[in-house]
């Protein structure tokens, strides 16, 4: 198994150089939060310097302390926005998040096809940090089964791996056993399946990506440092929408992300107590840290 400790992507200064922005397209809920959903993704888009559009599938009312009310909106409206985007603007990668109804989930595919957008993530997004049901099973198992034969990378976390395989989430809990469960995820389609760690129990935060073109090949392991005490919300938006982002750059997948992951865990490391209940994350922490860097070599200190 090829065991990375992540870094930030080595290309950087040039993604900061580059002037003609790449398109980067989100398909997911409004979080009035701001840390996850749409906000969270465009946040995310900006940060990494690609342009940000955005396909709105449900209004939720969230804060630090959960969610509130979910209204999804209509698959037709859904649709539009899809059309909207696709027909003019375009985009050079995609992703999926809250996708509340199975209609909405067979309206998005049937656009992404159509309009041939091939460096598409799936993130399948179930429940809320507090357990709020964002998406209902059927509209979880619509997301999988339209989406993910569409995917370039899914990026199930580990309660959604054991839901969508029938497993409990305590049968995951070694990295072998997650290995697995990311290669038999391969069944449902996508071509690869990064199975994200923050939910299991390893130090490391281990997230494991196999590839379905990969034959018998090693996964690949992204390891990190697990940040101790409540994670903050939207880590797994945050994840997806970075490696959309740089996918949107043409990386390929791999380097795509071990991007995520710095991003996310910079992102993690510098969030923020707004409201009485989850922390924010803070996007702005990957920039943030380059500019002072510096900075401080500017000004010689
Ligand atoms: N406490 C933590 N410390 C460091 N990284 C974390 C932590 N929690 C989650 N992550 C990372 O955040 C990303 C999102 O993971 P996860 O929390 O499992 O997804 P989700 O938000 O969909 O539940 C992954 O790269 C994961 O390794
Ligand atoms: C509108 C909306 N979409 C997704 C989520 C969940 O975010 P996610 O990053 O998958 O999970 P957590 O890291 O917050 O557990 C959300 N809350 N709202």
Known sequence: MRDEA???PADAEQWRSWSVPARALTIAGSDSGG???IQGDLKTFQELGVFGMSVVTAVTAQNSLGAQLVEPVSPRLVAAQLESVLADLGADAAKTGMIPTPD???AIAGALSRFGVHRLVVDPVRLSKD??????RGAFEATARFLFPLAELATPNVP??????GVRETDLASVGARVEAARSLLAWGARHVLLKGGHAADDACADILV??????AE????RGQRLPGASA?????AFASAACAAMARGLDVPAACRAAKAFVAAALAASVRLGAGTPSLKHAAWREDRLWSEASIGDGK
């Open 35 to 37: 840390s996850a959903g």
């Open 6 to 8: 992540s870094s930030f």
């Open 219 to 222: 996964p690949l392991l992204l």
């Open 211 to 216: 590839g379905a073109a990969d034959g018998g």
């Open 131 to 136: 357990g709020y049901a964002l998406a209902g």
């Open 233 to 237: 919300r939207g880590t797994g938006c």
């Open 160 to 165: 959604e791996a054991a839901a969508l395989l």
């Open 104 to 106: 909405a989930a067979e």
